[in-house]
């Protein structure tokens, strides 16, 4: 992942002025704003499913290292060589997931050796409590689906539309990007469907959040 994954922004920017430049040398100073608004877009949205994979992969394997942990202490193992094992997957991690079953690890270490209470018992009811949030986090981002496909959707109307055009026999481009009135509408057009992107995007968030 590195600086794409946890700081898209950079390459946002790049992404941005590439496209503003085919932009304008293709269609001229209508199409440089849209090029680049597009392509800002598609690499944010891209970089959020790559961080989203990601912060997946670090919880799934976080989680097994706890699994690990608890067989590892049950089978006589020093808790403090087993502990070792599992701090590469739960410990030092940004993924707000993996943070918190560090902390509830340490957490649950602590109780331990204050309270005399086996760790492995300890970890087992770690490990189910957070394999439960994490299946209705699952569940939650297939309740966000809907609001994913309809931003897909709103994405894809305006190239399907000039499609049409050309498919009647006219230039749309042309109108669009050459004429007064053609970058009025790409204009009008364009802040529309940026706004139901982003209202498309808070709903999906919305869902996840909750969990």
Do not use: K
């Amino acid at each position: 992942m590195g600086l794409v994954g946890n700081h898209p922004w950079p390459a946002t920017g790049v992404a941005a002025g590439s496209a503003a430049a085919f932009g304008w040398l293709a269609g001229g100073p209508v199409a440089c704003p849209v090029a680049a608004g597009y392509a800002a877009i598609g690499v944010v949205a891209l970089c959020r499913r790559w961080r989203a994979r990601a912060d997946t992969t670090a919880t799934v394997q976080a989680l097994d290292a706890i699994t690990v942990l608890a067989a590892d202490l049950r089978a006589g193992l020093a808790p403090a060589a087993a502990l070792a094992h599992a701090l590469p997957a739960v410990g030092g991690s940004t993924v707000d997931d993996v943070r918190r079953i560090g902390e509830r690890l340490a957490a649950a270490w602590q109780v331990a050796d204050v309270a005399g209470v086996r760790l492995a018992d300890l970890l087992d009811r770690l490990e189910a409590d957070a394999r439960g949030l994490r299946r209705v986090q699952v569940a939650a981002a297939a309740q966000a689906a809907g609001a994913r496909a309809t931003a897909f959707l709103l994405a894809g109307l305006p190239v399907a539309g000039i499609a049409l055009g050309y498919g009647m026999g006219t230039d749309p481009l042309h109108v669009l990007l050459r004429t007064p009135l053609g970058a009025l509408c790409t204009a009008v057009a364009g802040a529309f469907q940026m706004a139901g992107l982003a209202w498309s995007a808070r709903l999906a968030r919305a869902v996840t959040e909750v969990c």
